[in-house]
Nanobody, 134 residues
Framework: QVQPVESGGGSVQAGESLRLSCAVA???????????MAWFRRGPGKEREGVAS??????KYTDSVKGRFTISEDNAKNTLYLQMNSLQPEDTGMYYC??????????????????????????WGQGTQVTVSS
């Protein structure tokens, strides 16, 4: 069974950076039809929200992190990353890695991009905590 394992969370001051990692042990053939991988987060008292998502050829970010966060993948290591710069207190939360078998996209106004919908993802990690203080 595919199981993502997150790491890299911690406590930082506003303006600092963190890089989250998500190691995924893919089973044979899982990636043959493409994979969508994403980061979600749940802040204190908030619902879980999509932060960044990627397919092999495209990425998508929620508006609040554009220009500050970068999602990337090392295929050789089967690891997904989230580089988070200029962190703010509102970025505080539990960050989850999610994986979907296949290319999961959303289309709006003729433009399609990697999905940030929870329901599109099949497998979830346990999460890693990020705390940003002012």
């Amino acid at each position: 069974q595919v199981q993502p394992v997150e790491s890299g969370g911690g406590s930082v001051q506003a303006g600092e950076s963190l890089r989250l990692s998500c190691a995924v042990a893919f089973t044979a053939g899982y990636r043959s039809g493409g994979v969508t991988m994403a980061w979600f987060r749940r802040g204190p008292g908030k619902e879980r929200e999509g932060v960044a998502s990627k397919t092999p050829s495209n990425t998508k970010y929620t508006d609040s992190v554009k220009g500050r966060f970068t999602i990337s993948e090392d295929n050789a290591k089967n690891t997904l990353y989230l580089q988070m710069n200029s962190l703010q207190p509102e970025d505080t939360g539990m960050y989850y890695c999610a994986v979907a078998n296949g290319l999961r996209t959303e289309c709006r106004g003729g433009n399609c991009f990697p999905s940030l919908r929870e329901a599109d993802f099949d497998v979830w990690g346990q999460g890693t905590q990020v705390t940003v203080s002012s």
